[in-house]
């Protein structure tokens, strides 16, 4: 098969695929360390799934998006789901992002 030299192609994969490949990357060791943190302070019993229990970090007042326990508590789930669909199959997706990726190297 012929190597790919269009420089239009080298372009994307340089500026686009890679940049992904490291932005997936840095996610996943992100989700390891919010989901380690989580666990070390109590996961639920830190931050309440409620959805009644608003966070008051001055977001009611500065325009964010308000947020609650219950959406803290989504959030850490779907951390959770994302590291686990990684490192499925003996780290088979995690392996094949950081295969591409700049900054980052094999897992396993």
Request: charged residues 30%.
């Amino acid at each position: 098969m012929a190597d790919i030299t269009n420089p239009t192609a080298v372009a994307f994969c340089n500026e686009k695929v890679r940049r992904v490949a490291d932005a997936l990357a840095e996610h996943y060791f992100r989700a390891k360390e919010i989901i380690a943190e989580w666990l070390a302070r109590g996961g639920a019993d830190f931050v309440a799934n409620d959805p009644a229990a608003e966070v008051i970090d001055g977001a009611q007042e500065d325009r964010r998006p308000v947020i609650d326990g219950a959406d803290v508590n989504n959030i850490i789930n779907r951390e959770v789901e994302f590291v686990a669909d990684m490192e499925a199959d003996d780290f088979a997706k995690l392996n094949t992002v950081l295969a591409v990726a700049v900054n980052y190297r094999k897992a396993a």
